[in-house]
């Protein structure tokens, strides 16, 4: 695996190259100025002594010595341009010599005519009537230019390169000073201006890292409507990319919500598949009793297995018996898939939960005379709550029915009410045996039957309590059973009205 590489900031990067390229320039004007200032230098001194050469060929053409706009002519030469200037004739007479100096250069003139004059020069050029070289040591190096023209004219001009070695190395360290000084001055400026530059670009960088894990809050801070009067291609690419994260957002959210949708349809259809199973075997093994019975006692009555009228009735008493208690579980069955399946339509609405478990009570009065129970039921005020009344009554009425059907000992059921924190909480107990602890969680499946021989003796379906799960989990309201002291009680709630 390759070794993590070392990251640098582009504001980093855009500082260096910038300060590195701004060095470099520098560099390469001292570098020019050290090989070839000197060269040039001496190269624009020979130029303007070939000017002045040119003027005195002119005037030696058209034998204009004597005229004042030759003397001006070279003057403005000598006196712009530091020259020294002596020019005689075939004779050797002086007819013209600059007025700084150009007497000194009258015997030096003279030797070199004759061939006399012995010095060391550096010879730089050499023309038909003329030579250029450089004479004197250190400080006292002349540029000279020297010779005869064809008319007899001889001429000798001298300019100082003022030392231009020294003058050379001060110009250098002059710019290195200065490159220094502006390498670390600009350096500071492209710092503070690259921050400028390359802080929206971390912060794309930052928002599209965040775009990678899913995170589209983050968005860029746009200066289209700021006051700021810049707005450029780092802007526009900023508004796209918040564009691109809302699009991607939208995208994202919509495959999510297909994506749940796609998962909940599996899954209930898988649980409906589930479902449809267990009811067919289930069904199947409670309806197989009852119709065994009913085949049974049919055909002895077909049969005539017996003549005495009592006998007869008790035969009808037990078709019709079984007849109905099938007729009630395939209606609390279908009423559980309903529920299952989220068909049935809860109507919340408000009522008095007091005034219907009081109703429902007196209308079962006749049930709990035949099994000898008593009901207890302190006296409450109204108590107004919100929930589909009769979803609450199929509720109750479960828990009751269940409650006289086990009820064993003293024969009692108590119904207690309790509010808290926006709700009231149903209690219904009832005098009897513990349900087993290993059962307790099992007792809300369909056609589980903790005592099936007392089960089928009332007629149970074991649907009861799905429906009572069903109910509450379709309205998000919690139910359960516990065993207590004497007996066992079950429990259910439902929102209170807030007044």
């Known amino acids: 695996m390759a070794g993590k590489r070392k990251r640098f900031s582009i504001r980093s990067q855009f500082a260096l190259i910038f300060i590195t390229l701004m060095a470099g320039v520098i560099l390469l004007c001292w570098s020019v100025n050290i090989l070839f200032l000197e060269e040039y230098y001496i190269r624009e ?112 001009m001298q300019t100082p390169l003022e030392s231009i070695r020294e003058s050379a190395d001060l110009a250098n360290r002059f710019l290195a000073y200065v490159g220094i000084l502006g390498t670390l001055f600009g350096g500071i400026v492209i710092w503070v201006v690259s921050y400028r530059i390359t802080k929206p670009i971390a912060q794309l960088s930052y928002i599209s890292g965040r775009m990678v894990h899913l995170d589209f809050e983050a968005k860029y801070g746009s200066r289209r409507h700021s006051l700021s009067p810049v707005f450029d291609e780092i802007d526009m690419l900023g508004e796209n990319i918040n564009e691109l994260s809302a699009s991607l957002e939208r995208s994202v959210s919509e495959l999510k919500t297909a994506n749940n949708e796609l998962k909940r349809d599996i899954e209930k259809r898988e649980q409906i598949d589930e479902m449809r199973k267990e009811f067919l075997a289930n069904v199947s093994h409670e309806l197989k009793t009852p119709i065994a019975l009913i085949q049974g006692y049919a055909e002895g009555l077909q049969e005539g297995i017996s003549d005495d009228p009592e006998s007869w009735k008790f035969y009808c008493e037990v078709i019709v018996d079984e007849a109905s208690k099938m007729n009630v579980m395939v209606k609390r069955l279908l009423t559980l898939n309903q529920l299952e399946f989220g068909n049935d339509v809860v109507a919340m609405e408000r009522f008095d939960l007091v005034t219907l478990i009081r109703n429902y009570i007196q209308s079962a009065q006749i049930l709990t005379q035949q099994n000898e129970v008593s009901v207890r039921m302190a006296d409450y005020a109204p108590l107004y709550v919100w929930a589909d009344e009769f979803k609450t009554e199929e509720v109750f009425m479960n828990y009751f029915t269940n409650a006289v059907n086990h009820c064993e000992g003293e024969k009692v059921i108590e119904i207690r009410l309790e509010q808290e924190h926006g709700r009231v909480r149903v209690w219904v107990f009832n005098t009897g045996a513990p349900i087993p602890e290993d059962a307790l969680p099992h007792i809300w499946e369909k056609f589980y039957k903790v005592d099936k021989a007392h089960t089928r003796a009332y007629g149970g379906s074991g649907v009861g309590l799905s429906i009572v799960k069903a109910i509450q989990e379709s309205i998000h309201q919690e139910y359960g059973a516990e065993n207590c002291r004497g007996g066992v009680r079950f429990w259910f709630t439902v929102d209170t009205v807030q007044e």
């Not at 030096?108 to 004197?136: H, N, P, Q």
């Not at 006292?140 to 005869?148: P, Q």
């Open 45 to 156: 001194k020979r130029a303007i002594i070939y000017d002045a050469y040119e003027t005195i060929r002119r005037a030696a053409e058209q034998d204009s010595y004597g005229t004042d706009s030759f003397v001006r002519e070279l003057e403005g030469v000598c006196r712009n341009y530091n020259i020294t200037v002596c020019v005689m004739d075939v004779d050797s007479q002086i007819r013209y010599v600059s007025q700084n100096g150009g007497r000194q250069l009258e015997a030096k003139l003279i030797g070199y005519i004759f061939g006399f004059a012995e010095e060391e020069a550096r010879e730089l050029e050499s023309g038909v009537d003329y030579r250029i070289r450089i004479t004197g040591q250190g400080d006292g190096e002349y540029l000279e230019m020297y010779g005869r023209l064809t008319s007899g004219i001889s001429f000798i």
